[in-house]
C-alpha cells in the first residue's frame, strides 16, 4: 500500500487478500460475485473496489494492516498451502506463526465498523472527542481482546470435496462444533481453505482437517449466511454457483437454526 499518493483506498473490513481467491477476469477488469442479503440479488464488483473507501484508516494504521498483519498472514497461508498440497495433517507451526494467525483475526474483529460504532457509542467520553477514528481504536484497542483469541486451538480445514466455501463481507462467522461442545470462529482464506478458532480455551496443538463430505461444506456456509445477516450492509462472496446453491437453501432456513458440524480429527 503506498500511502504517499495523495489517495489511496482502504478495505476497511474485507481485505483484497481475502478477495483475491475468488476474483475472476472479465473485459472490465478482475471482478468477484457477492450476494447481497439486502435485496437478495447476486451482483458482481472490481474486487479491489468492493467494501474500499478512500483513506477510511489514516497512513500509519494503512501501512500497519498492510506490512504487519497482512503481508505476515500471507506468508503463513502460503505455508498452509503448501502444508494441504502434501495431505499432510501435522500440525507443524511455529508460536510465532500460530501468534501470527491469531492477529489476522484479533484485527479482522475490530476493523469492524459495527464495532468501532458500538465503542464509541456506548461511551459519552469517546463520543465527544472528535479525533477518536476508527484508526485511533486499532492503535489502541488489540491489547483488551487479546483474551478472546489468546490459547485457542487452531482448525485448519481443507475442503476436498466439489463445493466451495464462501466468504464473508464480515469475515468471521460462528459454527457449533459437536466433537468439543462449543462454537468455533470461522475465517474463509479461499473456496478449499479456512481456518477455525475454538471459543474455549483448549491446551493442545492445532489441527488439520481434510475435509470431503460436501454436507459439512454446505453446513459451513449456512452458518455463515445466518451469522452474516445480523450484520449492517451484509453480503456474501463466493462463486456464482455456489451462491446460487446457498441462496436457494436459505431460502426457508429459520433464522434462529443453529448449525452444528462434528468432523474426524484423527491423524
Request: aromatic share 12%.
Amino acid at each position: 500500500m503506498d500511502t504517499n499518493k495523495k489517495t489511496y483506498n482502504s478495505h476497511v473490513q474485507i481485505s483484497k487478500l481475502l478477495l483475491k481467491p475468488y476474483r475472476y477476469k472479465t473485459e472490465s477488469g478482475y471482478m468477484v460475485a457477492y450476494w447481497d442479503l439486502q435485496d437478495n440479488l447476486i451482483k458482481q464488483a472490481k474486487y479491489k473496489k468492493l467494501n474500499a473507501e478512500p483513506m477510511y484508516f489514516n497512513p500509519i494504521i494503512e501501512v500497519f494492516l498492510d506490512k504487519e498483519i497482512e503481508s505476515r498472514f500471507a506468508e503463513v497461508v502460503d505455508k498452509i498451502r503448501r502444508l494441504v498440497k502434501s495431505d499432510s495433517k501435522v500440525f507443524n507451526f511455529k508460536t510465532s506463526e500460530v501468534e501470527i494467525l491469531r492477529n489476522f483475526f484479533k484485527f479482522t474483529y475490530l476493523r469492524n465498523k459495527e464495532l468501532f460504532r458500538a465503542v464509541k457509542g456506548n461511551s459519552v467520553l469517546l463520543s465527544a472527542v472528535q479525533g477518536f477514528t476508527h484508526s485511533y481504536m486499532l492503535g489502541a484497542a488489540p491489547s483488551s481482546i487479546e483474551h478472546f483469541f489468546k490459547g485457542k486451538r487452531i482448525y485448519i480445514l481443507c475442503n476436498k470435496s466439489k463445493r466451495s466455501f464462501v466468504s464473508t463481507h464480515n469475515v468471521l462467522y460462528y459454527i457449533f462444533y459437536r466433537n468439543i461442545n462449543s462454537f468455533l470462529t470461522v475465517l474463509t482464506i479461499s473456496p478449499k481453505l479456512a481456518i477455525c478458532l475454538s471459543m474455549e480455551e483448549i491446551n493442545e496443538n492445532g489441527v488439520v482437517v481434510p475435509i470431503e463430505n460436501e454436507e459439512i461444506i454446505k453446513a459451513f456456509n449456512r452458518a455463515a449466511y445466518l451469522t452474516e445477516k445480523n450484520h449492517t450492509e451484509p453480503y456474501l462472496v463466493g462463486n456464482g454457483f455456489e451462491l446460487e446453491e446457498l441462496r436457494k437453501d436459505c431460502a426457508t432456513l429459520d433464522p434462529s437454526t443453529r448449525i452444528e458440524i462434528a468432523f474426524d480429527e484423527s491423524p
